[in-house]
Every structure is written in structure tokens, then in C-alpha cells.
């Protein structure tokens, strides 16, 4: 009987301790794991305040050097293409073109823009072909090695009003009429710029001398400009009538040039819709393979059990 007691009390003891040695493993692993935690909680915030600082840093002094130019900056205008689910406003594309074609064109370029990519925009194939035909673009040679005239076609280039940049220079007392192609996204503004520029000209005032053929701008910078002011109230006659008010103007000929500098924005932005609603389907369609087809595998348990020789006391 003592003998039965003792092995039973030994083996009761060898099981405590066993216990009691995971107990003690288990609280190890987890001030580890917390020490962990602690350590990355106080590595990411470190990094976040660092990440905040620098960038603090950057648009402070983005902001000082912005005070030191000598011109106004564009205000932000409300335009109707700007957001996630906004698309250009095509009749504004229409009748900016109508602008650019009345006015612009006489001093300015689109050298990167071609009458195909009018249609189902702001014009019918048969308007934008009408349009090409308007204009003489050189081709050639010809069978007889010379080189001809020919009307526009829908993959012809909107035309240049100067044969080369000397050209452009002398006619407008020095200065170069810059290719409008993409000047909304070359200049600081983007849009705004644009209009501001368009409609901020100004009587010079007092003290501020400028050059032979300038003007005075504002927006521009060093606030002498060569082009003169050329949007007026009445300054072209919509076709779809329109009151053509210089703001109204310069609104749609801003339009039409940002539309030139991005003709893809509106299938650009049906693409990332389509995009984030296909992306989103699927994110739901996994989320539910790894909630309801998957929980088994989260939810399994692994248990150790000690074999019972193991726990025999030794003699």
C-alpha cells in the first residue's frame, strides 16, 4: 500500500512540475512577444513623427520660397472635370475649339493634336473631316519628284500659323508663341493659371516700366508680358449661342486645352472605376473563401501530450 502512495504522489509531483515548466515557458514567449510589440510600437511611431516632421519641413519652406516670387498666383477655380467621378464638359470642348480656331490659332500651334481625336468628343466624324478639309497641308513628292498641296485630312496635325520658330520671332516683335499642346500641364497652376492669365490683364501701374510691345499681367511672371490681351466680350460668336463674355471665353479655350493636354482623362477615369468595382468583387469573393472555406484551418488546434513513460520518476 505505502509503495502504491509513493508512486502515486511521485508521479502527481513529476506532473506539476511539468506544468509547471510550460507555465513558466509560456509567460517567457509572452513578455517576448510583448517586448516585441513594444518595440515595433515604438519604432512606428518614431518613424510616423520623423515622416510628419519632413514633410512639415518641405511645404514650410515650399511656402517661404512661393512668397519670394514677383507675380500673383492663380486662384483654385471650380472646374467641372475635377474629381474621381467628373468627366470635361464636351460642349465647353466645342466651343473652345471654336476659340482657339477664331483667335489662337493665329499666333499659337497644336502640333500634337490631330482632327481624328475631335470626334465623339466635340464633333461628328463628318464635322471633324470638314474641319481638315478647311486647311493646305504640303504632301510629296509626287511622281514627278515635287512637292504639293493638298486639303487636310482627319490624321493631319492642327497646322502651324509659322513655318519654323524665326518666323514666329520676327512677327511677334522677338517673342516665340509657345505650342499649346500641352501648356496646361507645363505650367505651375495647371488650369487656373490659364484663365487667370487670360483674363488678369491690367492697366501698368505707376512705377513699373516694361518693354516696347508689352503688356502688363500679374499672373504672368516679372508681370510683363509680349501677347496682348486678345479675349473681349463679343470677341467670337458661339454657333450654339452661347454669350461669348471674355470670362466665357477664356473658361471653354481653357477647357479645350486641358482636354488637348489629357484626351484619355475620361476613359482614364472609367478605367480605375471599372477597375476598383472589378478589384472589389474579388477582394469580397476571397474574403469569403477565407472566412467560410478557410476557418478550418484558422481555427485548428495543435496539443502535445506527454508520453506517460516520460513522466516516470527515475530510480
Not at 60 to 72: E, F, N, T
Not at 84 to 106: L, P, T, W
Not at 172 to 196: C, K, M, Q, T, W
Request: glycine content about 6%; some cysteine; aromatic content about 12%.
Amino acid at each position: 500500500m505505502a509503495s502504491i502512495l509513493s508512486r502515486s504522489s511521485s508521479k502527481c509531483l513529476a506532473n506539476i512540475k511539468n506544468k509547471s515548466i510550460n507555465l513558466a515557458n509560456q509567460k517567457n514567449n509572452v513578455s517576448s512577444y510583448t517586448n516585441v510589440n513594444n518595440k515595433r510600437k515604438i519604432l512606428l511611431a518614431t518613424a510616423g513623427v520623423v515622416g510628419a516632421g519632413t514633410v512639415g519641413l518641405i511645404y514650410s519652406l515650399h511656402q517661404s520660397v512661393k512668397a519670394m516670387d514677383i507675380y500673383c498666383h492663380p486662384p483654385d477655380y471650380p472646374w467641372p472635370h475635377y474629381g474621381f467621378f467628373k468627366s470635361f464638359d464636351h460642349k465647353a470642348i466645342r466651343r473652345g475649339y471654336e476659340v482657339y480656331k477664331q483667335v489662337c490659332a493665329a499666333c499659337h500651334s497644336l502640333r500634337f493634336v490631330r482632327y481624328r481625336e475631335l470626334i465623339g468628343v466635340s464633333h461628328t466624324e463628318d464635322e471633324a473631316r470638314a474641319e481638315a478639309e478647311e486647311i493646305q497641308v504640303q504632301d510629296g513628292p509626287n511622281e514627278d519628284g515635287k512637292m504639293f498641296m493638298r486639303p487636310g485630312k482627319l490624321s493631319d496635325a492642327f497646322p502651324s500659323p509659322y513655318p519654323n520658330e524665326e518666323a514666329a520671332r520676327a512677327a511677334n516683335n522677338g517673342a516665340f508663341p509657345p505650342d499649346l499642346s500641352y501648356i496646361v500641364l507645363a505650367r505651375h497652376g495647371y488650369e487656373n493659371y490659364i484663365f487667370s492669365l487670360l483674363t488678369g490683364y491690367q492697366e501698368t501701374p505707376a512705377g513699373l516700366v516694361i518693354g516696347e510691345g508689352q503688356y502688363f499681367n500679374p499672373y504672368f511672371p516679372g508681370g510683363a508680358i509680349s501677347m496682348a490681351q486678345a479675349l473681349y466680350d463679343e470677341a467670337v460668336e458661339y454657333s450654339d449661342g452661347t454669350p461669348p463674355i471674355a470670362s466665357q471665353l477664356a473658361k471653354d479655350v481653357t477647357t479645350f486645352l486641358a482636354w488637348c493636354a489629357q484626351p484619355e482623362h475620361d476613359k482614364r477615369k472609367k478605367l480605375l472605376i471599372d477597375s476598383f468595382i472589378v478589384l472589389s468583387t474579388i477582394g469580397v469573393a476571397l474574403w469569403y473563401w477565407k472566412r467560410h472555406i478557410g476557418s478550418s484551418l484558422k481555427s485548428r488546434k495543435i496539443l502535445f501530450r506527454q508520453s506517460p513513460s516520460s513522466s516516470k520518476p527515475k530510480n
